[in-house]
């Protein structure tokens, strides 16, 4: 099983990013997929997650009105858009894939976790 999260760079405070999660080796429409992040010397934080479906999602109340996570099951693939980003957003950003049927905010409910992708926001 691999998560191949890829996207992120360098972009300027007010602008736009999109994070992509490419799995392979799992079917992604079996799992509930999350995005975490994590910043040097703080524990790794929830920022969304979404169901199989993509029917429903939800939000750490940090992102919430300026990020969107969404799913393409028929290319395997969970998407993370970044608008109106702000400095604190730098981090290094993880997709998570959960094989429960419900939205999960905790790291404890995730199985498999991608390599990660930095982004940093230039004040």
């Known amino acids: 099983v691999q998560l191949q999260a890829s996207g992120g760079g360098l972009v300027q405070a007010g602008g736009s990013l999109r994070l992509s999660c490419a799995a392979s080796?799992?079917?992604?429409?079996?799992?509930?997929m999350g995005w975490f992040r994590q910043t040097p010397g703080k524990a790794r934080e929830f920022v969304a997650s979404?169901?199989?479906?993509?029917?429903?999602?939800n939000y750490a109340d940090s992102v919430k009105g300026r990020f969107t996570i969404s799913r393409d099951n028929a290319k395997n693939t969970v998407y993370l858009q970044m608008n109106s980003v702000k400095f604190e957003d730098t981090a290094v950003y993880y997709c998570a894939a959960d094989a429960g049927a419900f939205l999960a905010s905790q790291e404890l409910a995730y199985d498999y976790w991608g390599q990660g992708t930095q982004v940093t926001v230039s004040s």
């Open positions: 080796g799992l079917t992604l429409s079996r799992y509930t």
């Open positions: 979404i169901t199989r479906s993509g029917a429903r999602s």
